[in-house]
């Protein structure tokens, strides 16, 4: 399986940015995914995550602000960013967790950066 990201850049405190993730590869059963992300000198952190049934759940630093959606049809997962604080510069990477198997893989990771 290969996940890669895209849709990471530059944007001003305020803006919104939208990342997708899209998955390949032998994706034969049910999956969830998440996005996760990582500052500089700080430990990756969970951001956003949804079931195979489409059940969400967020970080409190992003609720109300990241919406995490997918297209099943696409194996593809989406962020939606807005209200972007400059904390929120990081390394977005996307995950996907086959939940028969435990299988895990992550992407490579979008660099967001969001200045003040």
């Known amino acids: 399986v290969q996940l890669v990201e895209s849709g990471g850049g530059l944007v001003q405190a305020g803006g919104s940015l939208r990342l997708s993730c899209a998955a390949s590869?032998?994706?034969?059963?049910?999956?969830?995914m998440g996005w996760y992300r990582q500052a500089p000198g700080m430990q990756r952190e969970l951001v956003a995550t949804?079931?195979?049934?489409?059940?969400?759940n967020y970080a409190d630093s992003v609720k109300g602000r990241f919406t995490i959606s997918r297209n099943n049809a696409k194996n593809t997962v989406y962020l939606e960013m807005s209200s972007l604080k400059t904390e929120d510069t990081a390394v977005y990477y996307c995950r996907l967790t086959v939940v028969l198997t435990g299988g895990d893989y992550w992407g490579q990771g979008t660099q967001v950066t969001v200045s003040s």
């Open positions: 949804i079931t195979n049934g489409g059940i969400t």
């Open positions: 590869g032998s994706i034969f059963s049910a999956y969830n």
